[in-house]
């Protein structure tokens, strides 16, 4: 019991420092490259991203530590080489979504207006908001292509629609991220992630056919891995 209570504290610990840090270096990263802060975007963008991800952490902390513990394996890298060459360009992608529009903010390259920056901000809660219903869905969510002990198939749900609503919901947000901070420059950012996340999508599937039973008759009753009627 006591090994127990140790484990959640360590769980809950590493969580809290997680989401704080990870917090604080978007701000740095969204106003250092801007020079300013008179950059209302940004504040727009990093208040609901930050308000998105500790409503998230706070709620899974509270019903399913088991689904924290997979999720603080960012940072941990893949086993097969290919996966850690998807998940190194995800990551860097990511940081430069946050860094072209910031920097683009400096030089003011970009003229968005202010209606399509809300409606990019109302894109990326909508993302949020996909990936909470997966992690509420599916609580061996993990940021490493793996399969846990007594995993089942889950096909409820985001589930239902497509094979891969995390992902569906994170290109949603990654997508309109740029618009939301006013950038017309920093989409290019997002062109690698669209061949990147594709190739992991086909590893996944690959592993999980081999590794999780009943997966396989799961991707014959749903058809579309990412985007209904798409792909």
Same mark, same amino acid.
């Given at each position: 019991?006591?090994?127990?209570?140790?484990?959640?504290?360590?769980?809950?610990?590493?969580?809290?420092l997680?989401?704080?840090?990870?917090?604080?270096?978007?701000w =740095?990263?969204? @106003?250092? !490259? &801007?020079?300013?802060?008179? *950059?209302w975007?940004?504040? %727009?963008?990093?208040? #609901?991203?930050?308000?998105?991800?500790?409503?998230?952490?706070?709620?899974?902390?509270?019903?399913?530590?088991?689904?924290?513990?997979?999720?603080?394996?960012?940072?941990?890298?893949?086993?097969?080489?290919?996966?850690?060459?998807?998940?190194?360009?995800?990551?860097?992608?990511?940081? =430069?979504l946050? @860094?072209? !529009? &910031?920097?683009?903010?400096? *030089?003011?390259?970009?003229? %968005?207006?202010?209606? #399509?920056?809300?409606?990019?901000?109302?894109?990326?809660?909508?993302g949020?908001?996909?990936?909470?219903?997966?992690?509420?869905?599916?609580?061996?969510?993990?940021?490493?292509?793996e399969?846990?002990?007594?995993?089942?198939?889950?096909?409820s749900?985001p589930?239902?629609?497509?094979?891969?609503?995390?992902?569906?919901? &994170?290109?949603?947000?990654? *997508?309109?991220?740029?618009?939301?901070?006013?950038?017309?420059?920093?989409?290019?950012?997002?062109?690698?992630?669209?061949?990147?996340?594709?190739?992991?999508?086909?590893?996944?599937?690959?592993?999980?056919?081999?590794?999780?039973?009943?997966?396989?008759?799961?991707?014959k009753?749903?058809?579309?891995?990412?985007?209904?009627?798409?792909?």
């Open positions: 019991m006591n090994q127990m209570l140790r484990n959640t504290d360590a769980i809950k610990k590493k969580a809290f997680g989401l704080t840090a990870l917090i604080a270096l978007l =740095l990263a969204l @106003f250092l !490259p &801007a020079g300013t802060l008179n *950059f975007q940004a504040w %727009v963008f990093w208040l #609901l991203f930050a308000g998105c991800i500790s409503f998230i952490s706070y709620y899974f902390l509270r019903k399913d530590l088991t689904l924290i513990a997979s999720r603080l394996k960012i940072g941990t890298s893949e086993t097969d080489k290919n996966q850690k060459v998807t998940q190194a360009i995800i990551s860097v992608s990511f940081i =430069l946050i @860094f072209i !529009p &910031a920097v683009d903010r400096r *030089f003011q390259w970009s003229n %968005v207006p202010f209606y #399509l920056s809300f409606s990019g901000d109302i894109f990326v809660v909508f949020f908001l996909v990936i909470f219903l997966v992690f509420n869905e599916n609580r061996y969510t993990s940021v490493l292509i399969v846990e002990s007594k995993q089942k198939v889950i096909s749900g589930y239902s629609r497509v094979r891969h609503p995390m992902y569906s919901g &994170a290109l949603l947000m990654l *997508f309109f991220i740029p618009l939301a901070l006013g950038s017309i420059w920093g989409l290019l950012a997002f062109l690698p992630i669209i061949s990147a996340i594709p190739l992991r999508i086909l590893a996944e599937e690959k592993f999980l056919q081999q590794n999780l039973d009943g997966y396989l008759d799961y991707c009753k749903v058809r579309y891995r990412l985007i209904p009627l798409v792909w």
